[in-house]
């Protein structure tokens, strides 16, 4: 394969009247990887694929999808990629296998052959015993799988998944994973979106970060986590008079600022590796200071946003934007 | 699209998916073919609908039955004297303005439609932007046939007895589907337009009310004021009308059908295409 990027796209605008959903998004999405798109909701994620997915009309900029220009040519670009949306895009009036069906012969498929296939994929997708039932008796889980097996109908070589596991329960987003990690070895490149740090760190190789709908970061999960460290220990001193000797402590040890919270005597330090938590415990002990109760907590969306935006003072125009 | 072999398998462990090729494989658009297929499977999609809805033919059961006996005893004595006199003038306007109703659901359930998820899907597909639209209509000319048979059967059990026999029958049934087929799209671009179904149903009534009464559907139009006749005259489903009444009365395959034809390739020609284009748009 050449050195061809699944998408390229540069200085994507939406404006949807006067708000500006997506502002100047650049994306570089290599072939053959998990490329993550992260951000909180209304950040313009779900906007930038849908333009890419020919879904919205682009208002600015220029977007390649291999090779292919996604305004000129959107017919090409809807047999290059395959969409999997927020709400599972079925038809609930007709049964899982009949939804698969209808989606193959609509790509041209012979009415044999897209029986074959529906059938391969609700087997695949594990499907089978609710293939001829109402989609209305399918779980929330259920109905993703079903989407994304409709998307796999042709094997495209890009797929799109628009936050592929927002409100599945923790067991059937783990499934939901496995399923993902599959169509990339099977040489398909993945675009997703997500609200979770642990997803996009799960499955991504690189991340780009959208704030209002600005690009904010970009950079593999691993590196955007040491930017706010990779967990943190969260600590409540027994004596809130101690707060001052102990960010001493932490500071000497570690060589990072302990973030202090309002409540008396609890801190927040960063922690670059887990394994630092029990040093600096025993720092603490050996200082005679006392703890009253300790955890470590893994840095959440929040944190990795306040730490991307929070020098957000050279970028006055967000207050702007609404 | 062709199917090769590299874009099928979809077993655990198919071949690997190489980009270029299918890159090589896209098509810059949908042919003739493909879209007729698209169209059909589509056309399969709105009949199982039905299948499984069947309350979506309530209007097209109810309104023959009533309308036909309704209008008839109410106005048979006074528009023509008898109802058996009126029965000629009345079924084929009972057929136009049944055609109609089942075109205005048509407008309403596309937009019901295009709200739902699985439209998304649709547009996200490499298809003829018309499949979406034109299946269901294809679909519906089951409910076009119904209506129009069910007319014309409650006619035949309260008196009427056509001049024009069977095929006169026949081919006045079929102009009434292939006119309500036509019309439609005027309904299918305003669901494609509308922001609801509910706006959809309202701006329908608006149009399909002037167009069935102020036509010659179910008084002479000789009888109406200069102003209204002239209107009454130049609107289409007058002519429609009135070739269904040459069809079934006479058997004769006059000058009306050739306008009620004509009339409906317009309505075609102009609307079909606003229709696409206004879905296309709506992306």
């Known amino acids: 394969m050449a050195d061809l990027s699944a998408v390229r796209a540069e200085s994507l605008v939406k404006n949807f009247g006067d708000f500006r959903a997506v502002d100047e998004i650049d994306l570089h999405v290599r072939q053959g990887e998990i490329f993550g798109v992260l951000g909180p909701n209304g950040a313009g994620k779900t906007t930038t694929l849908r333009m890419l997915a020919t879904l919205l009309p682009i208002d600015g900029g220029h977007a390649e999808i291999f090779g292919v220009d996604v305004r000129r040519e959107p017919h090409r670009i809807r047999q290059l990629v395959g969409v999997t949306g927020q709400y599972a895009s079925v038809d609930d009036d007709l049964t899982a296998r009949e939804n698969l069906w209808l989606f193959a012969r609509l790509q041209g498929l012979t009415s044999a052959r897209a029986k074959t296939i529906a059938g391969d994929l609700l087997e695949r997708f594990g499907l089978q015993e609710a293939a001829d039932r109402p989609l209305s008796q399918f779980s929330g889980g259920m109905r993703r799988r079903l989407d994304l097996a409709s998307s796999l109908i042709t094997r495209p070589p890009l797929i799109f998944l628009d936050e592929p596991t927002t409100g599945l329960d923790p067991r059937t987003r783990g499934q939901m994973w496995d399923t993902i990690r599959e169509l990339v070895t099977d040489g398909s490149t993945i675009l997703l979106t997500t609200q979770y740090l642990d997803e996009a760190d799960q499955l991504a190789d690189r991340v780009a970060v959208i704030d209002r709908g600005r690009k904010v970061a970009e950079d593999t999960p691993d590196a955007l986590k040491t930017q706010v460290g990779d967990s943190s220990l969260q600590l409540s001193l027994a004596d809130g008079s101690d707060t001052a000797l102990a960010a001493d402590v932490v500071r000497r040890l570690l060589g990072e600022e302990p973030v202090l919270t309002p409540e008396s005597g609890r801190m927040n330090i960063p922690l670059p590796d887990p394994n630092r938590a029990a040093d600096v415990l025993i720092s603490l002990r050996e200082a005679g200071l006392g703890i009253s109760s300790v955890s470590v907590a893994k840095p959440t969306l929040d944190e990795v946003f306040l730490a991307l935006t929070g020098h957000g003072a050279d970028e006055p125009q967000i207050e702007a934007v609404r | ?283």
């Open chain 2, 1 to 283: 699209m062709t199917t090769t072999s590299t874009m099928s398998p979809t077993t655990l462990n198919p071949q690997r998916v190489d980009p270029s090729a299918v890159v090589a494989r896209t098509t810059s658009h949908s042919s003739v073919q493909e879209s007729w297929v698209q169209i059909l499977a589509m056309a399969w999609r709105a009949v199982k609908k039905m299948r499984r809805k069947p309350e979506q033919f309530f209007d097209v059961l109810i309104q023959p039955l009533l309308f036909t006996a309704m209008f008839a005893f109410i106005f048979g004595g006074a528009i023509s004297g008898s109802v058996s006199d009126y029965l000629p003038v009345l079924i084929p306007g009972i057929l136009a303005q049944t055609a109609l109703t089942v075109c205005m659901a048509t407008g309403v359930q596309l937009r019901e439609d295009m709200d739902k998820g699985v439209f998304d899907r649709f547009k996200s597909l490499p298809i003829a932007r018309i499949a979406p639209l034109a299946g269901p209509m294809i679909a519906d000319l089951i409910r076009y046939g119904i209506a129009s048979v069910l007319t014309l059967v409650t006619g035949l059990v309260i008196g009427y007895r056509p001049g024009g026999g069977v095929l006169g029958c026949v081919g006045g049934v079929a102009l009434t589907v292939i006119a309500g087929w036509s019309l439609a799209w005027i309904f299918t671009w305003l669901g494609t337009m509308a922001r609801s179904a509910q706006s959809v149903q309202g701006i329908s009534m608006m149009i399909m009310f002037p167009l069935t009464f102020l036509s010659n559907a179910f008084v002479p139009a000789e009888t109406l004021p200069g102003w209204l006749e002239a209107f009454v005259k130049v609107n289409p489903v007058s002519h429609v009308v009135s070739a269904v009444r040459d069809l079934f009365n006479d058997g004769a395959v006059t000058a009306e059908v050739g306008w009620a034809l004509i009339g409906c390739m317009v309505v075609v020609a102009v609307f079909a295409p606003l229709a696409v284009r206004s879905y296309s748009r709506k992306m």
